[in-house]
Structure formats: structure tokens, C-alpha cells
């Protein structure tokens, strides 16, 4: 119990002794500080004194290679998904559409051979 008691009281001197030491030692106020805030110097503006080169787009057939936007890339490259998408989808279409023209002729000629071959 005793030693318990003890070190109850020697953790209750170091906790309280810091935060006393800290509110006293302080010499300078929170309004000097505000002040001195306030009167600083306007924020530094870098300017570069050469323009950054015009980097134009470049097309790859379909691909169109962009420059890099951030420091860690190289090259971007765009792809027209919806373009490709559009295209291939009206090829099908076109390759759909020549295939029924083509069967839709032949039944008409094997329908017309059909009827020349019963007329005497």
C-alpha cells in the first residue's frame, strides 16, 4: 500500500510539475505573436524566367500521344474509346446489313430458277 501511495505521488509531481513550468516560462504573448504574423512579409512568387516550351499533341493513327501533365510521367497517350466503340459497332451493323442483302438475293434467284423450271 505504502509503495503504492509513493509512486502515486511521484507520478503526480511529474505531470503537474511540466505543464506549471510551461505556462510560466513563455516571455512572449499571443499578441505579439498574432502581430508579428500579421506584419510579415507577402508570399514568395517564383517566376520562371524561360516560358515552358509549346508541346504539341502527336497522332499515332488512332492513337494520340499528349504531353505529361505531372513530373512522374513520361507521355500520355489518348485513346477515342467512344470513336472505336461507334466504329466497330457500324461495322457490324454494315457486315450484318450484306449478309441479309446477299441471302435475301439468293432466295429470290433460287425462287426465280424454281419458277422457270415449272413453266413448259
Known amino acids: 500500500m ?8 511521484i507520478a503526480a509531481v511529474v505531470l503537474v510539475t511540466p505543464a506549471a ?3 510560466s516560462a513563455s516571455p512572449v504573448s499571443l ?3 498574432r502581430a508579428a504574423l500579421q506584419r510579415s ?3 514568395l512568387v517564383i517566376r520562371s524566367a524561360v516560358p515552358p ?3 504539341h499533341s502527336t497522332r499515332l493513327g488512332v492513337l494520340t500521344l499528349m504531353p505529361p501533365d505531372t513530373n512522374g510521367e513520361i ?3 489518348a485513346i477515342p474509346v467512344g470513336e472505336l466503340t461507334t466504329r466497330a459497332i457500324r461495322a457490324v451493323a454494315r457486315a450484318q446489313h450484306r449478309r441479309a442483302e446477299r441471302a435475301a438475293e439468293r432466295r429470290v434467284l433460287e425462287d426465280l430458277r424454281a419458277f422457270q423450271a415449272t413453266q413448259p
Request: net charge positive.
Open 21 to 23: 513550468a510551461q505556462r
Open 41 to 43: 512579409a507577402p508570399p
Open 75 to 77: 507521355v500520355k497517350v
Open 2 to 9: 505504502r509503495s503504492t501511495l509513493g509512486w502515486s505521488m
Open 31 to 33: 499578441d505579439a505573436i
Open 53 to 55: 516550351p509549346e508541346v
